[in-house]
């Protein structure tokens, strides 16, 4: 097993912008969806439309699962095909007006759209504290090394909050 820090997870969840929340309907069935995110304060933070299916769900069963993948490549073999590392962890989705959103935050999921904007108003954002722990593959190990699966594999703790503030 691969021997990771939290401030390397949190980093690098910082590094990529997109991950995969999954949720369950009213009805108790399994959903996915794909967002883009950004990392502060111990949370990972997401937005989507007010009105969206995903609105509804997460303020309804707010337990998610959260998947980031982190694409792998051999720089002097672009072609080959490598599967992406991934971090996975659970937590709670709790539901924030975009006017209570960090600068940094808002920068990073609304570029730039303003509070006051007409679009903004219709916009709920989502914190995700983890909870538990971090479960990677792939992470803090070379393309080659994802190979050896045990190697490959690693879990750290994630009730604490990264040693800084990072943005994706």
Request: hydrophobic share 50%; no cysteine; proline share 5%.
């Amino acid at each position: 097993m691969v021997d990771l820090t939290r401030d390397t997870v949190w980093q690098t969840m910082a590094s990529t912008n997109f991950m995969v929340v999954g949720m369950v309907t009213a009805r108790g069935e399994a959903r996915t969806a794909g967002v883009m995110h950004a990392v502060h304060d111990g949370r990972v933070w997401f937005t989507t439309s007010s009105a969206d299916w995903k609105t509804r769900h997460l303020t309804a069963h707010p337990q998610v699962s959260v998947t980031v993948a982190i694409p792998k490549r051999v720089w002097f073999l672009p072609w080959i095909r490598i599967p992406a590392a991934t971090i996975t962890f659970s937590g709670a989705a709790e539901p924030t007006p975009v006017a209570d959103l960090a600068p940094d935050v808002a920068h990073a999921l609304l570029h730039g759209l303003e509070f006051g904007d007409e679009a903004a108003q219709g916009i709920t954002a989502f914190a995700v504290r983890p909870r538990g722990d971090f479960v990677t593959y792939g992470v803090g190990v070379s393309a080659m090394g994802m190979r050896d699966t045990e190697r490959a594999r690693g879990r750290v703790a994630s009730s604490t909050a990264p040693a800084a503030a990072i943005i994706a």
